[in-house]
């Protein structure tokens, strides 16, 4: 998945601090509260400065509506049986599982038991079970109309694979059944309440999908499996701010706040440094720029900050559709005319001297899995070496000081970028003085379209951005399949191909690192992708709070909310 980091100012601030109760009321209307629940204390409000678009709907699942901001807003209001920990392993949550979900292999696929708590209910007070396993399968099988599916899906990967989902011995199990291997199962069911939801048949669900929960009508009666819960009269869409409030029929622990504010405030430093400084705002997890990193460091120690390296990196994609990056010579003369180790000192290393240079496609550095693959060439720069590749095919220097080729012309090609991104500008601008020396020219171009069309179009020579890497690694290999669907480069190794085959049905982890691996090496001898740097991730609180703990994998900043507390 691409990295995406979208972008009002800051209105929301902080409310009163009081002490509540998490037990309910005696009004009959409500649903009687979990038995075993106890009582929570609680105190504050903590309001989360979001540097991404506000979300025009709130359905994860709706291809159209899926974004980073309204991922943060449910991670702790959609239950799911498994969640990622900073340190990037997968862990089976314990408030919804009974016990660690169960995999076995059969002679075609793999069946999956899960054992849901007794407790778990959704905020209604109707019971978790198998049947809302089988209603989120059966929701999201197939993109595929003519199969019962629906088009509007983000996507089917993994629930395809599925024969069938029963209830076991009871309701509060259910028994998922794979007709082929799916190696990243940890990462489905992310749960959707079929009492609510189901329409009944195939067409109609698909237009709930369709229609997706648009933010100012919240979620389908304000449901919630989690501990936080989203009423629609806590949304305000025009001011692009909501409140979370406590999950009255949860049965865990937490949450330990009052309430939780969702404030978007886009991604301009000044914003975010002056939300910080006034008590606006009292979190936020913004892109890391130099300057932002400084004046929020400037603002302690009433402000506590943090830099993670995650699980997303900066590459280059070359367009091999283009005549000059078409010859993997001229590629290879590009990756040899770079000082990688220059660029990540000169970007993300200014502000974090644990910054370094990235040799993998499949794995950041601070994964376990983690391989250095790069051939050692291309770890210094060597501007004679990539003179000799290119006169290899026929280019020669001219006056200029550029290479031209009889055929091909002047060797001069546009590197695209994101705009508002003064990491990226840097990276370009460094990048266009080393490869000068090689004789390769570069045209920086900050493409406003290059995730809503340019990419997928090929209308590019080479781009700068970000992947993002995943604990779920059999779902990269769609980046870098020959004719993978997010192959934006059109290139591909048909030994790597194999590889990634067999990747995408390895249920062993040990033996699906090593395949990923083993793939990336021969990626290397192509160079349809450069990875260049593992990207850091910021966050920054106010020290009047504690509980909070930087997740710089797909689970967010705001991962472990429920846990955030006031200081005493």
């Known amino acids: 998945m691409k990295a995406t980091r979208r972008g009002t100012a800051v209105t929301a601030s902080m409310a009163a601090t009081v002490l509540v109760l998490a037990a309910c009321g005696s009004d009959s209307e409500e649903p009687a509260a979990p038995e075993g629940g106890g009582e929570t204390e609680r105190s504050g409000t903590i309001v989360y400065g979001e540097d991404t678009a506000f979300p025009e709907n709130l359905l994860p699942i709706n291809a159209a509506a899926n974004s980073v901001a ?83 899906l983000v996507g089917s990967t993994g629930y395809e694979q599925i024969e069938s989902v029963e209830p076991g011995d009871s309701d509060k199990t259910a028994v998922v059944t794979f007709s082929s291997p799916y190696p990243d199962w940890q990462i489905l069911f992310t749960l ?136 993997p010579e001229v590629r290879k003369a590009f990756a040899l005319a770079l000082n990688r180790e220059e660029l990540v000192s000169a970007t993300v290393g200014a502000f974090d001297d644990r910054a370094q240079l990235l040799n993998n496609r499949f794995y950041v550095n601070n994964q376990p899995q983690y391989e250095d693959t790069a051939p050692e060439q291309y770890n210094t720069q060597d501007i004679a070496g990539a003179k000799e590749l290119l006169e290899s095919v026929g280019y020669t220097l001219g006056d200029d000081g550029i290479y031209e080729h009889p055929q091909d012309g002047r060797l001069q090609v546009r590197i695209s970028t994101t705009q508002a991104n003064p990491l990226r500008e840097a990276t370009i601008d460094l990048t266009t003085a080393q490869v000068v020396e090689a004789g390769i020219a570069i045209e920086k171009f900050l493409d406003p379209d290059i995730f809503s069309g340019n990419l997928d179009d090929g209308n590019f020579d080479i781009a700068l951005y970000a992947w ?100 005493s």
Not at 128 to 142: G, H, K, N, V
Not at 265 to 289: C, N, R
Not at 297 to 312: A, R
């Open 70 to 152: 309204q991922a943060n807003i449910l991670i702790r209001i959609q239950p799911a049986p498994f969640f990622v920990m900073p340190d990037f392993t997968v862990v089976a949550d314990p408030d919804l599982n009974a016990s660690d979900p169960v995999i076995e292999e059969t002679d075609t696929g793999q069946v999956v038991t899960y054992e849901i708590k007794e407790e778990a209910v959704w905020s209604d007070g109707t019971p978790i079970t198998a049947a809302d396993f089988e209603y989120t399968w059966r929701l999201q099988r197939s993109v595929d109309p003519a199969d019962g599916g629906c088009a509007d």
């Open 192 to 327: 959707y309440p079929a009492h609510l939801m189901d329409a009944g048949d195939d067409v109609a669900n698909c237009a709930v999908v369709t229609n997706g929960w648009p933010v100012a009508e919240g979620l389908p009666e304000d449901f919630s499996g989690g501990p936080w819960q989203l009423k629609a009269e806590n949304i305000d869409a025009g001011a692009q701010v909501l409140t979370l409030t406590p999950n009255e029929m949860w049965w865990g622990e937490g949450p330990l706040l009052e309430s939780m504010v969702y404030q978007t405030i886009g991604g301009e430093s000044a914003v975010q440094v002056a939300g910080l400084e006034s008590g606006d705002v009292q979190l936020v997890s913004p892109q890391p720029q130099l300057d932002l990193v400084d004046q929020i460091k400037g603002l302690e120690p009433n402000i506590v900050s943090q830099t993670t390296f995650g699980l997303s990196f900066e590459h280059f994609d070359f367009n091999t559709a283009n005549v000059h990056l078409a010859k």
């Open 468 to 567: 993002v890497v995943s604990p779920f690694v059999s779902g990269l290999s769609d980046i870098y399949l020959t004719g993978g669907g997010s192959n934006y480069t059109g290139g591909g190794n048909a030994e790597a191909d194999a590889l990634m085959e067999q990747l995408k049905v390895e249920i062993d982890p040990d033996a699906a690192a090593q395949l990923a691996n083993d793939a990336d090496r021969l990626l290397w001898e192509d160079l349809a992708q450069l990875p260049l740097y593992q990207k850091p991730d910021f966050t920054a609180w106010s020290s009047t709070f504690e509980g909070i703990e930087p997740n710089a994998s797909s689970a967010g900043p705001v991962w472990n909310s429920d846990k955030y507390r006031v200081v």
